[in-house]
């Protein structure tokens, strides 16, 4: 069964203390693997798209990898900005030429002043 | 540019009460998703199109119909509201199927079934 699962569920850290953030899979023909940052009462808000292993993504304080088993989140120098729930989401090959894309449930991310 | 907006942003319903959730976008995407979202689980599909006139079902279909009639728009109809569908709701929308290009999520509806 396809799936995606996502550690911590929670993670606080002080403002400057790098870390990173997990996202394992277990997918069948995998056709991409997407970040999302979501705010509380809001929608997720696109990051990054990661294509196959090895490949890397950056974006101010936050840098995205890939491997063949799971993704990491890298935070650099954090900020109390960067506080929201991150959420990993993969695109797999369904049935008769459809895509299906699996959440996983969330790292919930405080950052402390 | 108001990217994907939802109408209502709150409701509360009775269980056998009947509504329909508004999804618009205007970047002239052709795919449009719905999804819930519920604590402790990851966002689920419930229905999508590939285009105007065109549904399809998602992972969580049952108690929900839709309907694209305009390629802007995108409802989602609850026939008869279960406390079950107690959840928030979003829209999204991309210009390629199933993340070949982003989603764009819409801000939610917070349906609450009594």
């Known amino acids: 069964e396809d799936q995606v699962t996502q550690s911590p569920e929670a993670l606080r850290l002080q403002e400057g203390e790098s870390s990173s953030l997990n996202c394992s899979y277990t997918v069948s023909g995998l056709r991409g693997l997407f970040w999302y940052r979501q705010d509380p009462g809001k929608g997720p808000e696109f990051l990054f798209t990661l294509y196959s292993a090895g490949e890397e993504k950056e974006k101010e304080r936050l840098k995205a990898t890939l491997t063949k088993k799971e993704s990491f989140l890298h935070i650099t120098a954090p900020k109390p900005e960067d506080s929201a729930t991150y959420l990993c989401?993969?695109?797999?090959?369904?049935?008769?030429?459809?895509?299906?894309?699996?959440f996983g449930t969330g790292t919930r991310l405080k950052v402390l002043a | 540019n108001a990217g994907v907006t939802q109408t209502p942003k709150f409701r509360v319903l009775k269980t056998g009460q009947s509504m329909t959730l508004l999804c618009a976008q205007d970047m002239n995407h052709e795919y449009m998703y719905w999804y819930r979202q519920d604590p402790g689980m990851g966002l689920r599909l419930i229905h999508y199109?590939?285009?105007?006139?065109?549904?399809a079902k998602g992972e969580v279909p049952d108690g929900y119909n839709v309907s694209r009639l305009k390629k802007q728009n995108f409802l989602l109809g609850l026939e008869s509201a279960a406390p079950s569908q107690t959840s928030v709701y979003f829209c999204?929308?991309?210009?390629?199927?199933?993340?070949?290009?982003?989603?764009?999520f819409g801000p939610g509806t917070r349906l609450t079934v009594l």
């Open positions: 199109s590939v285009g105007e006139g065109t549904t």
């Open positions: 999204a929308s991309s210009n390629g199927g199933f993340g070949a290009n982003e989603q764009f």
């Open positions: 989401a993969v695109q797999t090959e369904g049935t008769s030429g459809t895509y299906k894309y699996i």
